[in-house]
């Protein structure tokens, strides 16, 4: 079975530009979640959908990150314009969630590589 | 806000040793998970528990949730060099619908 698909792998590009990370969770999960991991801050949830609705968004840092979920099937996370900060390996999960609380496990894709220089 | 934090931040032992990692809260969780992450890969769910001073088992990882559900640990018994990697433990509180990561050990074992 397919797990959770990021593109791209890696990405450097110059600040001041436009990044879109791409994500396509796990068929059949109506869950996904966009992480940031950095060495000083650890894993930290930026934005949570529920069936393709957004329903936290707490830790998306600025305005200048934007999250989309336009069906069931794709995700994009978007930073414009791109500052040097926001360097960091960032990653797609889903789950299938049978309630707010369950304990269904997250299955991580292998993350995006950013470089902002 | 709730903090989960994971000591020692490093490990590095010997091939065949026992080692124990800690996750700590002052807050109470409903569940708690461990995950472990390999380089250049997404964190994998290892085990989950919800029960106040349950242990589960997993070949040679022994986990604990505390009696409080405050904290939990990882044993690891006769280490191999597989083992080596990111363990993270997050914990989900009644009221959250999502899941809080701690800072993570990580963990190298020499051969």
């Known amino acids: 079975d397919a797990g959770v698909i990021q593109s791209p792998r890696h990405e450097v590009t110059e600040m001041g530009q436009e990044v879109t990370l791409r994500c396509k969770p796990i068929s059949g999960h109506n869950s996904l979640f966009w992480y940031r991991q950095t060495m000083m801050r650890g894993l930290e949830l930026l934005i949570y959908f529920n069936n393709n609705v957004p329903i936290d968004d707490s830790g998306m840092p600025e305005d200048r990150f934007s999250a989309k979920m336009p069906n069931a099937s794709f995700s994009t996370l978007k930073i414009q314009p791109s500052e040097p900060r926001d360097s960091a390996v960032y990653f797609c999960a889903s789950s299938f969630r049978t309630s707010p609380n369950s304990n269904q496990p997250q299955h991580f894709g292998d993350g995006t590589r950013l470089s902002i220089l | ?111």
Do not use: M
């Open chain 2, 1 to 111: 806000t709730q903090l989960l934090e994971q000591s020692p931040q490093f490990l590095s032992i010997q091939e065949g040793e026992n080692l124990t990692v800690y996750c700590n809260s002052s807050s109470v969780f409903s569940s708690l998970q461990w995950y472990r992450q390999e380089p250049g890969e997404g964190p994998v769910l290892l085990v989950t528990v919800v029960t106040g001073g349950e242990v589960k088992k997993l070949k040679r990882l022994t986990f604990q949730f505390g009696d409080a559900r405050k904290d939990s640990s990882l044993h690891i018994t006769a280490a191999q060099t597989g083992d080596t990697g990111l363990y993270l433990c997050a914990g989900r509180n009644s009221s959250a619908s999502k899941i809080i990561f701690g800072s993570g050990t990580r963990l190298s074992i020499r051969p």
